[in-house]
C-alpha cells in the first residue's frame, strides 16, 4: 500500500511511502506515474512534507506507525540532490538523514511544512498527551532551534496541515471528546495559537452527527478556501472483513469550505481513501484538484 503522498513544489513529483515493513522507507515518483526513485530503504518512515521552498528537502517521520504516547518516532529532515530526477538511469538517489527532535520527547510524527519553509507543525507525545507543536525547519531541538508548544491538553491534536498563505493550521483532534479516540474532528488555529475553532462539517454543533465524526488527513487547497480530508461520512459500504489489510474500510475523500458549507464526496467505494494530497498548482475548476491519494 502506497501512502502518505506529498507534491514537490512545482507539482511535478510525489514523494510517498511503499509499506511499513520489508519495503518501507521514503521513494518518489513522477506525477504521471512513469518513473520511480528510492530515497532510503529497511526503515519504517510516514507522513511526508515536502518544503515548499526547497525542491531538495521532504520531512517525514521515522519510527513505528500508530503507536503510544512515549513510542520513539522522530521527525527527520530528508536532503537529496534532485537533479537526480531527471536522470533516467538513476533508481536510487543518495540522501542525508538529520533527525530534529530529540530521541526522549516520545512520538513526534506527521510534520507540515510552512510555506516559506522555515519552520514544520508537527504532533509529539512529549508532554504526555498527543498536542502539536512548531520547531525550526532547518535547525530542529537538536541544533538549538526554537521550539514551541501550539495545542495544549489531554486529548490528541495530531495529522497538522498548514494553509499555503501561511496564516491558519488545520488538524483533526478528539478534543471535543477526549475519551472517544475513534471520533476526530476538523479544527484551525493561526500558528500564533489564537483563533482555534472547530469546523462543523457533519451537522450542526452539539448534533448526533457531528459527534460522530472520523475526520483525518486534511489539507488545503491553494486558495486556502477549500479543505480535503478522509472521512467516514458515507458509513461503511462493504462489511470490514471483507475487506484485509485496511485500515479503515469507511474511508472517502470529502471536501468542505473553511465555514463548514459546500461539503462535497470526491470518492465512493470499498476501500479506504485516505491521506490525500493537493496538487500545489492554482487549479480554478475544484472538479480537477485532486490528483494524489493513497487507494
Known amino acids: 500500500m502506497d501512502q502518505f503522498a506529498s507534491f514537490s513544489p512545482s507539482g511535478d513529483f510525489i514523494a510517498f511511502n511503499h ?14 506515474g512513469s518513473k520511480k526513485w528510492t530515497l532510503f530503504r529497511g526503515r519504517t518512515a510516514f507522513g511526508n512534507s515536502w518544503s515548499p521552498a526547497e525542491p531538495d528537502v521532504i520531512f517525514t517521520s ?10 520513539t518516532v522522530q ?3 530528508v536532503t537529496f540532490n534532485s537533479s537526480n530526477l531527471t536522470k533516467n538511469d538513476c533508481r536510487e538517489i543518495p540522501a542525508e538523514i538529520e533527525l530534529l527532535t530529540k ?29 502539536l507543536y512548531i520547531v525550526d ?8 532551534g526554537e521550539i514551541r508548544q501550539l495545542t495544549e491538553g489531554p486529548w490528541i491534536d495530531t495529522m497538522p496541515s498548514w494553509s499555503p498563505d501561511g496564516k491558519l493550521i488545520a488538524f483533526s483532534s478528539n478534543r471535543h471528546n477526549p475519551d472517544n479516540v475513534d471520533c476526530f474532528s ?18 450542526p454543533e452539539e448534533s448526533d452527527e457531528v459527534d460522530k465524526e472520523r475526520l483525518n488527513h486534511v489539507s488545503f487547497s491553494k486558495d486556502c478556501e477549500w479543505l480535503l480530508f478522509a472521512g467516514n461520512l458515507g458509513g461503511v459500504t462493504a462489511e470490514p472483513v471483507s475487506l484485509p489489510n485496511q485500515y479503515q474500510p469507511y474511508g472517502d475523500l470529502y471536501l468542505v469550505k473553511l465555514d463548514g458549507s459546500g461539503l462535497r464526496r470526491l470518492t465512493w467505494n470499498a476501500y479506504e481513501n485516505g491521506t490525500p494530497a493537493w496538487h500545489p498548482s492554482t487549479i480554478p475548476n475544484i472538479e480537477e484538484n485532486v490528483l494524489a491519494a493513497a487507494i
Open 103 to 131: 530521541e526522549e520527547t516520545g512520538n513526534n510524527a506527521f510534520p507540515s511544512c510552512s510555506p516559506d519553509g522555515k519552520h514544520l507543525v508537527f504532533r509529539s507525545g512529549r508532554s504526555g498527551h498527543k498536542n
Open 62 to 71: 521515522v519510527g513505528p506507525v500508530f503507536d503510544s504516547v512515549k513510542a
Open 75 to 77: 521527525i527527520a529532515r
Open 137 to 144: 525547519a532547518v535547525k530542529g531541538e537538536l541544533e538549538g
Open 186 to 203: 476538523i479544527y484551525v488555529i493561526h500558528p500564533n495559537g489564537t483563533g482555534l475553532r472547530r469546523i462543523h462539517v457533519a451537522g
Open 19 to 32: 509499506d511499513f515493513n520489508a519495503n518501507s522507507g521514503l521513494e518518489i515518483i513522477k506525477s504521471d
